[in-house]
Structures are given as C-alpha cells and as structure tokens.
C-alpha cells in the first residue's frame, strides 16, 4: 500500500526539484561498501585527540607487524653426530 503524501512543511525546497521518480538508498550498498569509518572506544580516543595521530600511530603499528625478523637457518649437516654428555670437571 503506498504511502500518503504528506504536505511538504519547508519552503526552502526549490520547485525545479523533482523527486517524484527517486529511489530510496538506490547507493547506499556501494557507499557503505566504499566506506570505511571506525568508531574508537571512548578510552582509546582520549589517547588521540586527532585521526591524523590515529593513522600514525595505525602505519607504525603496520609497518611493524610488515617487518620480518630473518633468524639465519642453521647449516645442515651430511652426517650427524652424536649428542655429548656434559659431566661437571673437578
């Protein structure tokens, strides 16, 4: 069942508008996917009074977790040897 209309209450409304063939959040899917707002919790937000120190601190954080800590490999051995028993000289 369609709505009724209502009698439109703000003047400010020009007359060359025409809305009578819109669509109601006809890009609300591709806006909401393109958007990507981040609600802090109020104790991380009292740290960053600014989203220009959230996103430094957001870019330290990547480019730590980004670094890769190399340990070198030991060298393989064609033959093993045997493990040895460490006794205490004395």
């Known amino acids: 069942m369609p709505m009724a209309k209502r009698p439109i ?3 400010d409304m020009r007359a060359e508008y025409d809305f009578s063939n819109a669509v109601r959040g006809k890009y609300y899917e ?3 996917a393109s958007s990507n707002v981040i609600v802090l ?3 991380v937000s009292e740290v960053f009074p600014n989203a220009a120190a959230v996103n430094q601190a957001l870019r330290v954080l ?3 977790a980004r670094a890769r800590v190399t340990v070198p490999k030991r060298a393989s051995r064609a033959t093993k040897r045997p493990k040895r028993l ?3 000289r004395g």
Do not use: I, Q, Y
Request: a negative charge; proline letters at 7%.
């Open 41 to 43: 919790d109020p104790d």
């Open 9 to 11: 209450a703000d003047d």
């Open 62 to 64: 990547a480019s730590v």
């Open 30 to 32: 591709r806006f909401k």
């Open 86 to 88: 460490l006794t205490k």
